[in-house]
C-alpha cells in the first residue's frame, strides 16, 4: 500500500487515538494532528480519510448523526506488509538484502 506523507500522518495520529473509547471521529484526528504539530484544515483531514477508506485502509460507519472511522490494520501490520512490498520490489524478496543495504547506508551517515 502506496501512502502519501499526510496519510501517513493520518495514519499515524489514527494509531495513537485507538486506545481510547474506539470511535473516532474527524475532529479527534484534526486535533491530535495539531498536538503533533500538523495543522490542517477539517475538510482536508476528511477528504484524506475518505481516500483512506476508499483504499480500504480505514472503514467508516455511522453511530447515531455521526460518521467514525476504524482502521482495517494495526501500525504493525501495516508496517510489515509495506516492508515486504519493498523486499519483493527492490531487494528479489530477500530480506537479508535489505538488511545489507540498510546496514551500508547507515555506515555512510556516520
Known amino acids: 500500500m502506496i501512502c502519501g506523507t499526510l496519510e501517513i500522518d493520518i495514519l499515524n495520529a489514527f494509531w495513537a487515538l485507538e486506545g481510547d473509547d474506539g470511535d ?50 494495526s501500525k504493525t501490520e501495516m508496517s510489515a506488509g509495506s516492508v515486504n512490498k519493498l523486499v519483493e520490489q527492490f531487494f528479489e524478496g530477500d530480506c537479508s538484502k535489505l538488511v545489507r543495504f540498510i546496514e551500508s547506508e547507515c555506515a555512510q551517515l556516520v
Open 24 to 73: 473516532i471521529a474527524i475532529q479527534d484526528v484534526v486535533n491530535e494532528l495539531a498536538l503533533q504539530g500538523t495543522h490542517r484544515a477539517y475538510t482536508t483531514i476528511k477528504t484524506v480519510m475518505d481516500r483512506l477508506v476508499a483504499k480500504s485502509v480505514l472503514v467508516r460507519y455511522k453511530s447515531g448523526k455521526k460518521f467514525f472511522y476504524k482502521a482495517v490494520m
